[in-house]
């Protein structure tokens, strides 16, 4: 790196690792300390800390500050979210001192802010840098000790007292070893597994857990086994109020690695540091790494190299973007075998958005439109969200789809054993939006489709859902051997005490049975159904992906809800995956793609929804999901996005639209 490149940086949060950085800034060959932001800037204790520094009243008006253009986030772990996004919307470059975020999918948003931005965002294990720990991974590609068949490694230490105010207790600060220093020796491990494989990292097949959650509720000594490919095992372990060795141990078929203190390398002020090698005989090596640079300096560097290149992270060693969401969807294992869930994590304190912003729309990329039955507007399409395992781990992408429009939130009562309506329940509960959203809820799912278990399903469904309607409902399977008429008459009843206020109708429902239906209510005065949940996309299903399963895809299908103008909320609407780029025709891994798409007429369909996509600038997936949307009539289909990018990249969609011409050219089959 050349010396003429420089990078003016700032510090949000003035603590003691803040102290640490801003002694290796000191010493970096790219950065200088120019600010810091504070919520107490007449501290006296700021100036022999941060010397020469601008001290800024608030977080704000650091970022506020055209002369920084990088910041360093040593708050609290609970707002590193906020002030990573806002760093990056505001231009600035960004270290965030570990972990980048209280999970995995926390730190997933804040990347795909920096993303957007075109800013760097790096995690700050300042470890990952320094030359002993390149030169770690090195003796362990070169095989000193044989095969590694085993890592162990701690790190943990013993306050002098409990105090359940202070950071390292406090439930509201997201206290406990795991997140402060079990982050480490994860990372740590994994890095080794990495080196066996010749790779950056590797993740675990297995974690299991273990923690003593104290008075306070966090993790005062904790554990971890970690089960790698290859036959590798790793035992972790952090602690807070327990001393441990903290010496690194790695065994190999011939012989062992210690190093002690591995997190401080050659020292914070440098010094040298010392990987002690123990042969299978007996015999002893010390591989001594001297480094007179300060333990923070590295991290400083290589932010301002990544910079300088172009490059929006790390590189390895150093914390690459997936690296630092391995490494916390390891912790998230960790804390969840634990039973370990902060307060500030459930709905009643997280009433804002991971930006600390009252929840609102703030564009109209997914617009909305009117259906039969349904008093309100209804968004383009609906999302599912049933994979994300806590109401903390849900609300981000909840949050986005929101404030981008979205108003359809598609559930059920048998998903995850009501996991996913008791997410939702606390989202709206604490976003104050219930109004304002439309709840599809689904019940009578195989092999409980009977009409006596609706009511029952739908009183336990509201009361997870913390609300006494939903907005549109579901038989979630069909059951032909019951006379249609005896649904007809639960669903309503149910409308008719007010528990459902908009359409319903049948999920995976034939033509046949819901033409019975609507006789029959018309026929008897009931309510008819007016909704169906069907499988539509361009791909045909083969073969129904779960028992069941029925596909509204064929010219009949077509015909019929052309005729009828019932609303179809079309599930796999853009075929599981199909027309992503990982679908083509050698890669058969994953064996329910090949069951149920991969057919001639499918790839064939594939091949043009490439070339639309080619013309349009956009990809295959893109032009699949505008195909939905352009049908003569209306559907709803959902969408599973499971992370922010997989989010906007399915909304880029909603800006293509395709002509009737444009439709039947993708459907047509060789010779037509």
């Known amino acids: 790196m050349t010396a003429a490149f420089h990078l003016r940086w700032g510090i949000i949060g003035p603590g003691t690792i803040a102290r640490a950085f801003a002694s290796g800034l000191a010493d970096t060959r790219t950065g200088q300390l120019m600010a810091i932001g504070t919520r107490n800037p007449g501290n006296p204790a700021l100036a022999e800390h941060f010397p020469g520094a601008r001290v800024h009243h608030g977080y704000e008006a650091l970022l506020a500050d055209p002369d920084i253009d990088a910041v360093y986030i040593a708050t609290p772990h609970p707002s590193h979210a906020e002030w990573a996004i806002k760093a990056a919307e505001a231009g600035k470059h960004v270290i965030v001192e570990k972990p980048m975020g209280l999970t995995a999918f926390e730190a997933d948003a804040i990347i795909h802010a920096a993303r957007k931005a075109g800013t760097f965002i790096g995690e700050g294990y300042m470890y990952r840098l320094h030359p002993q720990t390149i030169r770690l991974a090195e003796l362990i590609r070169e ?25 390292l207790y406090a439930n509201h600060l997201a206290g406990g070893g795991i997140l402060d220093v079990g982050g480490y020796p994860v990372s740590m491990a994994r890095l080794i597994a990495g080196s066996v494989q010749g790779k950056a990292f590797a993740e675990p097949d297995k974690v299991m857990g273990a923690a003593h959650l104290g008075q306070s509720g966090v993790d005062e000594w904790a554990s971890a086994i970690l089960q790698f490919p290859g036959g590798i095992i790793a035992e972790v372990s952090c602690s807070v109020s327990l001393q441990q060795d903290n010496v690194l141990r790695i065994y190999g078929t011939n012989g062992r690695i210690e190093v002690a203190d591995f997190w401080f390398a050659s020292g914070r002020q440098g010094g040298t540091g010392r990987i002690e090698i123990v042969k299978a005989d007996g015999a002893r090596e010390t591989v001594a790494v001297e480094e007179p640079r300060h333990l923070y300096s590295f991290e400083a560097d290589a932010a301002a190299e990544a910079i300088r290149a172009g490059r929006q992270e790390f590189s390895p060693p150093g914390m690459t973007w997936d690296d630092t969401l391995g490494n916390l969807k390891v912790l998230d294992k960790w804390r969840a075998a634990a039973g370990l869930e902060y307060e500030i994590e459930k709905p009643a304190l997280r009433t804002r958005t991971l930006k600390g912003e009252k929840l609102e729309r703030r564009s109209e990329i997914i617009g909305t439109r009117m ?53 939702f329940g606390g ?90 239906a609507i006789e029959y209510a018309q026929r008897t005065g009931k309510t008819p159904p007016m909704a169906l949940s069907n499988n539509f996309s361009l791909a045909e299903m083969l073969d129904p992906i779960w028992a069941g399963c029925v596909a509204a895809l064929d010219e009949a299908w077509r015909a019929w809800l052309e005729e009828r103008q019932v609303t179809n909320f079309a599930w796999s609407s853009q075929g599981r995956g199909f027309f992503t780029e990982r679908a083509g025709r050698d890669k058969r891994d994953n064996k329910e793609l090949v069951r149920v798409w991969y057919s001639d007429k499918n790839f064939e369909r594939r091949d043009r929804a490439v070339e639309m996509a080619e013309r349009l600038g956009c990809r295959p997936i893109h032009v699949a999901l505008a195909y939905v949307l ?25 800006d293509i639209n395709l002509s009737p011409e444009d439709v039947r050219w993708l459907e047509a089959e060789s010779g037509n």
């Open 630 to 654: 352009s049908q003569p009539f209306p559907v709803v289909p959902l969408i599973g996005p499971r992370t922010m990018a997989e989010l906007d990249d399915s909304l880029r969609a909603l």
């Open 371 to 423: 259906i039969a039955g349904l008093k309100k507007p209804i968004s383009q399409v609906a999302l599912g969200f049933e994979d994300f395992p806590t109401f903390a781990a849900a609300a981000p992408l909840l949050d986005a789809f929101f404030e981008k429009g979205g108003n359809a939130f598609d559930t059920a009562w048998i998903y995850h054993s009501g996991r996913c309506e008791r997410v």
């Open 143 to 167: 095989g000193v000790i044989g095969e590694v068949r085993m890592i162990k490694s701690g790190f943990g230490f013993a306050m002098p007292r409990f105090d359940p105010e202070h950071r």
């Open 427 to 516: 989202w709206v509960e604490s976003r104050g939006v219930r109004d304002e959203v439309v709840l599809i809820g689904k019940g009578a799912h195989s092999p409980l489709t009977y009409p006596e278990v609706i009511g029952r399903q739908l009183t336990e469904s509201l009361e997870r859902l913390k609300t006494d309607h939903v907005d549109v409902y579901f038989m979630h399977r069909d059951n032909p051997d019951v006379p249609v008429d005896e649904f007809v008459d639960a669903m309503d009843a149910e409308v008719k005490a007010g528990r459902i206020r908009g359409p319903f109708g049948g999920s995976n429902w034939t033509r046949e049975r819901m033409d019975a």
